[in-house]
């Protein structure tokens, strides 16, 4: 797979920041000694923790050199480390584990996340915000795009197709043996966008990625075009010629 486009996506920097931000919110630490941001992107996340934990020590982590120059240019004094989450541990003891939309490129993120966890001091915090879109109107014409087009039998656009989220009272299982206390929330944004192309872009920054790396640039372009016409038929302007592009979010906060 290609790597992260961080300017891509910084156009919608506002929506995905505000997310962690409510994420961010609901963390129940007055003080941490040391905060690790997985999946820290472009530092937009990791902007939030040194913000409100004046004091910490901060740790983006995150696997694309992309994402990690821009969050390096954001952010020079924090320490980013490059590392796939998927193996990743800490070695030392962490007060906050946070990671906003993240562990939905994560295989089997569950797992990891039981392993993560044990990583956490007494008191510490596990916050993670995953998208859970894999029902919304843009995620399911993106399936069926890919289904009847004739990238069908690709086998790099099958393994691209999301698979349906865990659902939430999964986390709670996987989480409260190990934890004091969990936390479990859905929350529905409807994210203000210029227009249906907007939402095609919007995409093509995270979730279309995968599918379109699949695909030799004339493949590519003719999924767009098909995606991009289901798009404007699905999406109606409202009054101001704005389109609404709704993207449910679950979070867990758990305390150890």
Partial sequence: MTDWNAQLYLK?????????RDLLAQVPLERAARIIDLGCGPGNSTELLVARYRDADVVG???????????????????????????????DRVDLLFASGVFQWVPDHRSVLSRLVK?????????????????IPSVMIMRNVA?????????????????????PESYYDLLKPLCAH????????HYVLPGPEAVVEYFKGVTLRPLLSALDDNAAEAFLTAYSAEIERHHGR???????LELPRLFVVATR
Avoid: H
């Avoid at 919608?12 to 962690?20: D, I, L, M, N, W």
């Avoid at 954001?74 to 998927?86: E, I, K, M």
């Avoid at 969990?182 to 944004?189: A, F, G, H, K």
């Fill in 119 to 135: 990583a956490l001091s007494e008191g510490g915090v596990l916050a993670i915000q995953i998208p859970d879109i894999t029902e």
């Fill in 12 to 20: 919608f920097q506002e929506g995905r920041t505000r997310a962690a």
């Fill in 61 to 91: 982590v995150d696997s694309s050199p992309d994402m990690l120059t821009q969050a390096r240019k954001r952010l020079p004094a924090c320490r980013f480390v490059n590392a796939d989450l998927s193996t990743w541990t800490s070695a």
């Fill in 238 to 244: 409202r009054v101001d010629g704005c389109v609404l």
């Fill in 147 to 167: 289904n009847r087009g004739p990238w069908g039998n690709n086998s790099g656009v099958e393994r691209a197709i999301r698979e349906q989220m865990p659902r």
């Fill in 182 to 189: 969990v936390d479990v929330w859905r929350t529905s944004y």
